[in-house]
């Protein structure tokens, strides 16, 4: 199994542009979530879904987007990219509704100039 | 809500030494809590976890952690630290969102541990 990929592991932005960040993850979980990680802040959940066609916020929504269309795949979009969106994305999947843990991707290093 | 407290950002310890890295949680309720390890440019791998069964919970690669309800802490530690522990760990509690029947993660801010030869 893959397990949970992230595409692209690098990117960069110029202030204003938009992109999607892609997750899929290819052991049937459910619960899904994108989660930023910046230096002394540990990680933040931006937003997750528990289905199909169920999204919701985290702490720090403001500026993305979540759909989730199928249970494999969860995409963040940045609609007009900002500097302070400078950060690393990690998505991660879940079976148990979270309670065991989140499995998580490898991470997109995002940089917005 | 919940809030994870990590003590101390950096830790260094000598190669063979003892790690401890200190987590304390705020919860009312027994929590489900976990341990994850970030390796240079890498995700997150899940150490261990305790979801309320021993309260003495081992992991991989040698390392465990004592949930100590009366202190609201659970600490990781490693008899005999070794150079490829290098790495960044986060400590994590999990809070029931009741609206949306999931559970979520609240994160520490992480302990950067360094093992010197």
């Known amino acids: 199994n893959a397990g949970v990929t992230q595409t692209p592991k690098f990117q960069v932005l110029k202030t204003g542009q938009s992109m999607t960040l892609q997750c899929a993850q290819d052991?049937?979980?459910?619960?899904m979530s994108w989660y930023r990680q910046d230096p002394g802040m540990g990680l933040r959940l931006i937003h997750y879904?528990?289905?199909?066609?169920?999204?919701d916020q985290g702490e720090v929504p403001n500026g993305y987007n979540v759909s989730r269309s199928t249970t494999e795949d969860f995409p963040l979009r940045l609609l007009s990219a900002a500097p302070s969106q400078t950060s690393v994305y990690f998505c991660?999947?879940?079976?148990?509704?979270?309670?065991?843990?989140?499995?998580f991707g490898s991470g997109t290093r995002l940089t917005v100039v | 809500a919940q809030s994870v407290t990590q003590l101390g950002s950096h830790v260094s310890v000598s190669e063979g030494a003892l790690v401890l890295l200190r987590c304390n949680y705020s919860?009312?309720?027994?929590?489900?809590l976990f341990w994850y390890v970030q390796y240079p440019n890498q995700g997150l791998q899940l150490l261990l976890k305790?979801?309320?069964?021993?309260?003495l919970v081992k992991g991989i690669n040698g390392f465990e952690a004592e949930f100590k309800k009366s202190e609201t802490s659970f600490h990781l530690t490693k008899p005999s630290a070794h150079m490829s522990d290098a790495a960044e760990y986060f400590c994590?509690?999990?809070?029931?969102?009741?609206?949306?029947?999931?559970?979520?993660?609240?994160f520490g801010k992480g302990t950067k541990l360094s093992v010197i030869p």
């Open positions: 991660a999947s879940s079976y148990s509704r979270g309670r065991d843990g989140y499995t």
């Open positions: 052991m049937n979980h459910e619960y």
């Open positions: 879904s528990v289905g199909a066609g169920i999204t």
């Open positions: 919860s009312s309720v027994p929590p489900y």
């Open positions: 305790y979801t309320s069964a021993a309260t």
């Open positions: 994590a509690v999990s809070d029931l969102d009741s609206g949306a029947g999931s559970y979520q993660l609240t």
